[in-house]
């Protein structure tokens, strides 16, 4: 009985982050914090590659941040890097919000 329990759960989980797929929330606090977490966005892995699933709306796969603030595509640097850098997440180190006392 606890395994179908457990296997519900998860279904719900999983389809919880499905319904995300079209529309990935851009903050961290908007993303589940239930069993969902735990659920791979794009579904199990295996079922298909990047580029031909929901990840791919997350961006390209071959996309590389380089230590100097350069961005590039499969090799190749794009001319704009600002087009495919999120915003910080807060209190982390490129939030220039955050305060000494909160890298604590």
Do not use: C
Request: proline share 9%; aromatic share 6%; no cysteine.
């Amino acid at each position: 009985m606890e395994e179908e329990n457990n296997e519900d759960v998860y279904e719900q989980a999983e389809q919880k982050v499905k319904d995300l797929e079209e529309d990935p929330p851009k903050n961290l606090e908007d993303w589940p914090d239930d069993h969902a977490k735990y659920v791979t966005f794009g579904g199990r892995e295996g079922d298909h590659g990047y580029e031909e699933g929901p990840e791919a709306k997350l961006g390209p796969s071959g996309l590389v941040h380089h230590e100097d603030g350069s961005v590039s595509i499969d090799g190749e640097k794009v001319d704009n890097p600002e087009e495919f850098k999120g915003d910080p997440i807060p209190g982390g180190p490129t939030d220039q919000g955050a305060s000494a006392s909160d890298e604590e």
